[in-house]
């Protein structure tokens, strides 16, 4: 199974924000395509595009500028191009994504690609005992403050980080 990820903007932005990042780049092999770098670096003065910033300068995760076949998901899908290039490379290269976008999930759900959201990665690391249930509580109630989630997708993530099953 591979470690490598292909991130889009919206879950790699939410990780930094929840200071969680370096924490998924020391365990993945985190791949940003050229349109979701551009897409995040065009707020420079942000704390999250800092963080993200200085792990590419430590090389902990990778930009890639390939060509991807892309366009279908723009069109298809209605996604911006962040989404759709982040899509394209993880079908291309047989990666996972890693997307909190609605309809990039659903893409990703008919073309077989398997996904995961920044709660997902915070639940791993909290199963792993990278951290503690008390601090992925915390970092859940951030989440929910910065991120798009309804209700019985928190309460679930609650449950699954106090070591209950899934929903």
């Given at each position: 199974m591979t470690k490598q990820w292909i991130f889009d903007a919206s879950t790699i932005i939410l990780l930094a924000k929840i200071t969680l990042l370096r924490n998924v780049a020391l365990a993945k092999i985190?791949?940003?395509p050229e349109?979701?770098?551009k897409e995040i670096n065009q707020k420079k003065e942000a704390y999250d595009t800092q963080i993200i910033e200085q792990l590419i300068s430590e090389k902990?995760?990778?930009?890639?500028?390939?060509?991807?076949?892309?366009?279908?998901?723009?069109?298809?899908?209605?996604?911006g191009k962040g989404e759709s290039?982040?899509?394209?490379?993880?079908?291309?290269?047989?990666?996972?994504?890693?997307?909190?976008?609605?309809?990039?999930?659903?893409?990703?759900?008919?073309?077989?690609?398997?996904?995961?959201?920044?709660?997902?990665?915070?639940?791993?690391?909290?199963?792993?005992?990278?951290?503690?249930?008390?601090?992925?509580k915390e970092k859940l109630q951030k989440l929910e403050k910065y991120g798009r989630y309804g209700g019985m997708m928190l309460q679930d993530a609650k449950k699954r980080i106090e070591g209950g099953q899934y929903g």
């Amino acid at each position: 199974m591979t470690k490598q990820w292909i991130f889009d903007a919206s879950t790699i932005i939410l990780l930094a924000k929840i200071t969680l990042l370096r924490n998924v780049a020391l365990a993945k092999i985190i791949i940003l395509p050229e349109a979701v770098w551009k897409e995040i670096n065009q707020k420079k003065e942000a704390y999250d595009t800092q963080i993200i910033e200085q792990l590419i300068s430590e090389k902990m995760i990778r930009t890639a500028s390939e060509k991807t076949q892309s366009l279908i998901f723009e069109k298809e899908f209605g996604l911006g191009k962040g989404e759709s290039e982040a899509l394209a490379l993880a079908h291309q290269q047989k990666a996972k994504l890693a997307t909190d976008d609605l309809r990039a999930i659903k893409a990703s759900k008919v073309f077989n690609i398997p996904f995961a959201t920044a709660i997902h990665f915070l639940i791993d690391l909290t199963n792993q005992g990278v951290i503690s249930k008390e601090i992925a509580k915390e970092k859940l109630q951030k989440l929910e403050k910065y991120g798009r989630y309804g209700g019985m997708m928190l309460q679930d993530a609650k449950k699954r980080i106090e070591g209950g099953q899934y929903g």
